[in-house]
């Protein structure tokens, strides 16, 4: 899934660790969001939505479709 969360995240100037904390998550977990390895759940999505205050849509936008994956 792409994101768009070190963008808000630097606009803020906020630093990974700072994130992590007013998420209650680890930095690792931070940095492998940003780096589109790891897609956060729902109930962590929603709290980064609420914390940049917007719309998950604006933050999460789901990969294309794989080949082959019917429409």
Do not use: H
């Not at 100037?13 to 992590?20: H, T």
């Not at 780096?35 to 294309?64: G, W």
């Amino acid at each position: 899934m792409k994101n768009r969360m070190k963008g808000l995240r630097e606009a803020r100037q906020w630093s990974q660790g700072q994130l992590a904390e007013a998420l209650g998550v680890s930095r690792q977990t931070v940095i492998s969001i940003e780096k589109e390895r790891y897609n956060p759940s729902l109930e962590l999505a929603f709290s980064i939505a609420a914390l940049f205050d917007c719309p998950i849509e604006e933050i999460f936008v789901p990969d294309s479709k794989k080949k082959g994956e019917d429409a």
